[in-house]
């Protein structure tokens, strides 16, 4: 797997095994940057301040790129446009953005808005899940390019 295709480029396909691969690497990484970030601007994961929630914001755009490619070429796999990964990934930045501002994001003192991100944002996670999570890809070629398991038996 290349792992330059796999988080750069937003044309073609990979099938649930590298998509699955793509993410947890992804995830991880995230993580980790995020919690380094945090300790080393001297903060806790557990404060709630306005510079813990400027570094999280921060690290989700440095990770908006990536994460779009890697999404972008599972819906492909699946026939879908790219674009149906700004349904996941608007509401996930629009709410870093208004944690920011302080319009959301106390998990002590949640608001309306609180509950509709987390709505939008629990109802098409659940979607992509099962969309580009357990789903297979389009058997054989389609308009985004060849199946990526050409010659492997079907899962």
Same mark, same amino acid.
């Given at each position: 797997?290349?792992?330059?295709?796999?988080?750069? #480029?937003?044309?073609?396909?990979?099938n649930r095994a590298n998509g699955w691969l793509g993410a947890i690497v992804l995830i991880i !990484?995230?993580? $980790?940057?995020?919690?380094?970030? #945090?300790?080393?601007?001297g903060g806790s994961i557990l404060e709630l301040d306005s510079r813990t929630r400027m570094i999280t914001? !921060?690290?989700? $755009?440095?990770?908006l790129y990536p994460t779009a490619a890697l999404m972008v070429k599972r819906l492909q796999?699946?026939?879908?446009?790219?674009?149906?990964?700004?349904?996941l990934l608007v509401p996930l930045v629009l709410k870093g953005v208004t944690d920011v501002m302080g319009l959301t994001g106390n998990p002590f003192d949640q608001n309306a808005l609180d509950y509709v991100?987390?709505?939008?944002?629990?109802?098409?996670?659940?979607?992509f899940f099962v969309e580009l999570?357990?789903?297979?890809?389009?058997?054989?070629p389609n308009q985004y390019g060849p199946d990526p398991l050409a010659g492997a038996p079907a899962r």
């Open positions: 797997m290349d792992m330059g295709h796999l988080y750069t #480029i937003f044309e073609g396909r990979i !990484i995230s993580f $980790l940057v995020l919690y380094g970030s #945090i300790y080393a601007a914001l !921060i690290v989700q $755009l440095v990770f796999d699946r026939n879908r446009a790219g674009y149906f990964a700004a349904f991100f987390l709505a939008i944002i629990g109802v098409v996670g659940i979607w999570g357990c789903l297979r890809g389009t058997v054989g």
